[in-house]
Structures are given as structure tokens and as C-alpha cells.
DNA sequence: ATAACGTTTGTTATAATATAACATATTTGA
DNA sequence: TCAAATATGTTATATTATAACAAACGTTAT
């Protein structure tokens, strides 16, 4: 049976912000941001987010605390993330290499360990900082 | 000139604890293990932590804030880390290997953006919790 | 030796990030 | 239609991390 997922009045709206926005956006500054929409606790946030990504429709970016709107795989619930995070102007893209994806797909170690999922994150420099 | 870095006195204290710990460590777990050596506050634990990361001697695991040990690179700066965590009992392995890195150092994406070092986190289950 | 510099320490206060616990409402599905 | 699952609202609190300032220490060049 194919679930389709409508979200609830939160999810939306802090999805919706989440997409327009063109940069990572930390929990506290989504509430700030949604609070003459009605939500007026952290936890209203946090539990809108935590389904978001549990549905793919967002990621978070682990070393930052932030949240980005998924680019890739449009509603898939998707479990492999790969950033590029420029320490400069904290700019992030979220990578989609089809090699890159394979590659750590298909990676095991020696202990037989499973994956399920895994976060890439890169850190450097962007063309527009490297080149001040 | 080839610097030899020798470590604070409270940078060995925190150092050693980490390393003894057979399991990554939060930052105030750190803090209550060593206020009976004299260190109090929560900044004195995040100083030396900074300084350990710098020095390549820990890693900060990013989606568990907590700490390790450096097993690979001895006393090298380490800058490109992998890890394996298991969700169900959290378990956290570094992963050394030669080929994933050699892969991932020589990644480029289509921006041209130059990357100075990398996390990556595989999450899923360890042999042991797949049995149970 | 000592001045100058960078690093480390100690300290208090506070900011930023995230979850617990409980009551109620809404939606979904057999 | 009623039971289960999901979502909401709310207050309180836990956890993680940094700001700002003063003092001590360590290294190096004179």
C-alpha cells in the first residue's frame, strides 16, 4: 500500500520557511520565525522537524544544528546525505554525486557492520570566499 | 622547525580520560570526571577539547556531541574522519581505511570548491545488536 | 635576566540547543 | 464507530556551548 503522506498545519508551515529559505536554518530562528503563526514553543518545532526528516523532506546539518529543505530526491525519504559546508561564509549545498552515493552505498568495513544511512560533510572553502 | 607540542596540564587531564573511555564522551560527563582534579567549570573542559581537536588527539563525533579518542593518526592533525555508529547501543568505531579516504580526499564537486577536510558518519547496526 | 608575546587558566554569567511530562485534540483505519 | 495512532498545546527543565574579563604561565629574542 503506498502511503501517501499529507503533512499536518505545523509540518507545513515550517517546511514552507525551511524551502524558501536559501540557507540553513537553526530551530530557534524557524520558532522566531513561525510564532505569529501560532507556534509558540520550541517543542511545537522540534517535533515538526523530526517527522520532516524522518520523511526526507528536510536533513539536518549535524556539525551546524541546522536544517536544510531536501534538493535531491524529491519526497523520498532519503538516508544519505553528502554537504558541502564553506567555513568562510558557512554557505551549504547539498551534494548529489551518483558516484559518490554508490560508492558509499556499497562501502563496508571489517566488521560487517550494516548501514542504513550515513552523513557526508565537507568543509572548505567556496569559489566566492577563496578568491578574497 | 619541527614543533613538539607538548600538552597543558589540563589538556593531558581531559586527554587521558578520553582516552581511557572505551566509548565517546560527552562534554559534561568530561567535566564531572575531572572536577575532583580541579577543573570546575564547563569552559575549561571546552578549551581543552578545542585544543585537543586542533591537535588531531580527538575527533568531536558531530551527531552525537561527544568525543574519541583518535585511533588512526598518531599524534598526526587529522582532518578527514569516518565513523561507524550503531543506533541501538551507540556504539562509535572509527573507520580507517585507505581507499574510502583516497576517494573522498580526491572528491570534487561541480562548484570547484576546494575541501581542506571531511566527517562521515555511517549510522545502522553492529554485528552484535543485528543478533539480538 | 627581562620584556614582549602568545597561550592557558580561572571565574561568573548567560546563550543556544533540545527534551520530559502531561493533558487534550485530531486523524486514520479496521 | 470506536480504538489506535498521530499531532497539538503547554510548562518546565535538561543539555550543550560561549562571552567577557582578569590573571598566570611559557617561550623567545634581545
Known sequence: MVQIQTLSKNQ???LDII????EPLKAYSILFNVQKKGIKAPLQVYRALEKLIKLGKIHKVESRNAFVACKNS???ISKAT?????ETCEKVTEISNQKLSK???????????????????FYGLCTTCKRS
Chains 1, 2 share one sequence.
Not at 553528502?82 to 564553506?86: M, T
Open 12 to 14: 507545513k508551515i515550517i
Open 82 to 86: 553528502v554537504f558541502s559546508i564553506c
Open 74 to 76: 524529491n519526497c523520498e
Open 103 to 121: 560508492y558509499l552505498k556499497n562501502f563496508h568495513d571489517k566488521t560487517g557492520m550494516t548501514y542504513k544511512k550515513y552523513n557526508l560533510e
Open 19 to 22: 524551502e524558501k529559505a536559501n
